[in-house]
């Protein structure tokens, strides 16, 4: 079956850091990749999204490419600012699922100024 | 309102009772989920309406468990002699859905969360 796993957090950075968060996934055939984000007391929000592979999302300084040769959608962003505290999830979707997104368990980001 | 709204942001109740969640989705939109998400993991998916129907209901776990969406648009979840193994926060999302093709783009509510003591 489809699955997404996350690295382990929580993740715990000072402000101007490079962020990595790791995402492989398990599909067959050719999912879209996604990163949501979900901010102190908000609903999930769709970060950035890649839909083949080696395709790059990118949204708000983040980065994400699509690496179908290791199955990989790890997030990245360059230095990170203490308003990126949040839980980030990777998903993915399958082309013959309508919308259902299989979801990673999220990985917890605090970033200290 | 602007966004998918949820009601009741936290419901407590006793084992064995009925508990309704009500989703208010973003107007226009004709997709609506629902996923529940258990403390430390991500969003599971329960069900998926497009319009009024369910598209796709096989991630509910068992029978106690039913949804509806009878004008297509605000959805009920109803859940009946609830278990305390049902405690999580229950989310609602809505997407548009273009031409047979989904953007994949969904939009959460803050969720309800069920706590059954």
């Known amino acids: 079956g489809n699955s997404v796993t996350q690295m382990e957090g929580p993740v715990t950075l000072s402000e101007e850091a490079f962020l990595t968060i790791n995402c492989t996934y398990t599909a067959t055939g050719y999912p879209s990749l996604f990163w949501y984000v979900q901010y102190p007391g908000e609903g999930l929000q769709l970060l950035l999204k890649?839909?083949?592979?080696?395709d790059k999302g990118s949204n708000k300084g983040f980065e994400a490419t699509y690496r179908k040769e290791t199955t990989s959608f790890h997030l990245e962003k360059g230095s990170v600012q203490v308003s990126d505290s949040a839980v980030y999830f990777c998903a993915l979707r399958r082309e013959t699922s309508g919308s259902r997104l299989t979801f990673g368990e999220g990985t917890q980001l605090t970033v200290n100024p | 309102g602007a966004g998918v709204s949820q009601t009741p942001s936290n419901k407590v109740t006793e084992k064995g009772k009925y508990v309704e969640l009500r989703c208010d989705p973003i107007?226009?939109?004709?997709?609506l989920y629902w996923y529940r998400q258990s403390l430390g993991q991500g969003p599971e998916f329960l069900i998926y309406?497009?319009?009024?129907?369910?598209?796709?209901d096989s991630g509910l776990p068992n029978d106690r468990f039913f949804a509806v969406r009878p004008e297509g648009s605000v959805s009920t979840l109803k859940i009946q002699r609830t278990e305390r193994g049902d405690s999580a926060v229950y989310l609602c999302a809505s997407s548009l859905k273009t031409s047979g093709v989904n953007t994949g783009e969904l939009f959460f509510g803050e969720g309800s969360r069920l706590t059954v003591l």
């Open positions: 309406f497009q319009g009024t129907g369910a598209a796709d």
């Open positions: 890649a839909t083949k592979a080696d």
């Open positions: 107007s226009g939109h004709t997709a």
